[in-house]
């Protein structure tokens, strides 16, 4: 499996509290992405990272900010959540911006 | 905007017979075409992928390309229940957005009945 992990893997908050995920890698790839899947609607890409502080918006972009300070690291930020930001959110990396991408374990969020 | 369309199903198969789920694509730029797997409550991870037009094929899987038609699919040879999962498919876009540079399908559930 490729080196990735989540935290935390289930979060349980409230509506209006900030919210921060974390993905980090072992494998030195280049890209991490941050989807969020949700039934009916397959995966999304929120953020995606092709380097140290660059980061660029997805499909689903608003609500969410993120920051890539360290090449192993990905931190997925919720202002202030809301209950349509109720998901589950994988983390992905890959070597090249068309290669296969490699999915984290996932964290599941309940916005309540 | 690009787009990947899969049945959504669920697509139920007897055990050891041949699953078949297909895809389409959008894009016709589109040149690298994943096949991922998704068990219930976990991650997808890759099956195979498949860019060159025709049949690859990999122990039960195989994947067939036909870029004319746009269309990729991915067979399942002897299914067995442990190959009950949610199949996603994801084409590589050409467009100038960031969220076209990998274009994932919504999956197709599929069941194998024992």
């Known amino acids: 499996d490729a080196g990735i992990t989540q935290s935390p893997r289930h979060k349980v908050t409230e509506t209006g509290t900030p919210v921060t995920l974390r993905c980090h890698q072992t494998?030195?790839?280049?890209?991490m992405y941050w989807y969020r899947q949700d039934p009916g609607h397959g995966l999304r890409l929120i953020h995606y990272?092709?380097?140290?502080?660059?980061?660029d918006k997805g499909e689903v972009s608003d609500g969410y900010s993120v920051s890539r300070s360290k090449t192993e690291d990905f931190l997925l930020t919720l202002e202030s959540a809301t209950s349509s930001q109720t998901s589950v959110y994988f983390c992905?990396?890959?070597?090249?911006?068309?290669?296969?991408?490699?999915f984290g374990p996932g964290t599941r969020l309940l916005v309540l | 905007q690009k787009e990947v369309e899969q049945n959504s199903g669920p697509l139920s198969v007897p055990e050891g017979a041949i699953a078949s789920l297909n895809c389409t694509y959008s894009d016709r730029g589109s040149q690298s075409f994943f096949w991922y797997r998704q068990y219930s409550g976990k991650s997808p991870e890759l099956i195979m992928f498949i860019y060159s037009n025709g049949d690859k094929e990999d122990g039960r899987f195989t994947a067939q390309l036909n870029k004319a038609s746009q269309y990729v699919s991915l067979l399942i040879r002897d299914s067995q229940p442990s190959d009950s999962a949610t199949y996603l498919c994801?084409?590589?876009?050409?467009?100038?957005?960031?969220?076209?540079?990998?274009?994932f399908g919504p999956g197709t559930s599929l069941s194998v009945i024992p």
């Open positions: 992905a990396i890959s070597s090249g911006i068309q290669e296969t991408q490699y």
């Open positions: 990272s092709y380097g140290v502080k660059d980061t």
């Open positions: 494998e030195n790839h280049r890209y």
């Open positions: 994801a084409a590589e876009g050409q467009g100038e957005t960031s969220y076209d540079k990998v274009i």
